[in-house]
T-cell receptor, first 113, second 114 residues
Framework: GNSVTQMEGPVTLSEEAFLTINCTYT??????LFWYVQYPGEGLQLLLK?????DKGSNKGFEATYRKETTSFHLEKGSVQVSDSAVYFC????????????FGTGTKLQVIP | KAGVTQTPRYLIKTRGQQVTLSCSPI?????VSWYQQTPGQGLQFLFE???????NKGNFPGRFSGRQFSNSRSEMNVSTLELGDSALYLC?????????????FGQGTRLTVV
């Protein structure tokens, strides 16, 4: 089956620190990969995506590169802000037809001033 | 373009009751999926509807059901509520026929069973 494994949290960083949240996946086909973010009391917002190998998704200073050879999609940001404090979910979705989104367990990020 | 709208945002129900949650997808999206989010189990897939037909189903008991209307709006029903059904229920819409594969989520309905 399909699965997503992401690093356990919580991750606590000082403002302007470098962020990496690791994510690896297993899939029966060729998935699209996503990072979603969830702020307290909110639903999920799509942060970035990549649909094929070596694609780099980016948004709001966050980046992730689709690495097929290592089945990874690590999230990075060069300088985090307090407003980035949230839970981050790595996810995959196979193409074609009616495919569900498979999520990782989420990584809580807390940025302190 | 309006996003995914879920109503109500919050619900408190008593054990044994039933509840209906509503989801209006993004205009033009014909696929609606439902997910349950709990601290212990994370995000779990409930079911997906497309063109008023259930296309995919997760591993939940029959107390959880849904439907989709001709305008793509969807409802989810939970009967005989249990304390363990307390969760954030998220609805997502997508366009399986389009080039973009991502799912767009609503704000969720927070259900508390007492």
């Amino acid at each position: 089956g399909n699965s997503v494994t992401q690093m356990e949290g919580p991750v606590t960083l000082s403002e302007e620190a470098f962020l990496t949240i690791n994510c690896t996946y297993t899939a029966t086909g060729y998935p699209s990969l996503f990072w979603y973010v969830q702020y307290p009391g909110e639903g999920l917002q799509l942060l970035l995506k990549a649909t094929k190998a070596d694609d780099k998704g980016s948004n709001k200073g966050f980046e992730a590169t689709y690495r097929k050879e290592t089945t990874s999609f690590h999230l990075e940001k060069g300088s985090v802000q307090v407003s980035d404090s949230a839970v981050y979910f790595c996810a995959l979705k196979l193409s074609g037809g009616y495919q569900k989104v498979t999520f990782g367990t989420g990584t809580k990020l807390q940025v302190i001033p | 373009k309006a996003g995914v709208t879920q109503t109500p945002r919050y619900l408190i129900k008593t054990r044994g009751q039933q509840v209906t949650l509503s989801c209006s997808p993004i205009s033009g999206h014909r696929s609606v999926s439902w997910y349950q989010q709990t601290p212990g189990q994370g995000l779990q897939f409930l079911f997906e509807y497309f063109s008023e037909t259930q296309r995919n189903k997760g591993n939940f008991p029959g107390r959880f059901s849904g439907r989709q209307f001709s305008n793509s709006r969807s409802e989810m029903n939970v009967s005989t509520l249990e304390l363990g059904d307390s969760a954030l229920y998220l609805c997502a819409s997508s366009d399986p026929s389009g080039r973009n594969t991502e799912a767009f989520f609503g704000q969720g309905t927070r259900l508390t069973v007492v």
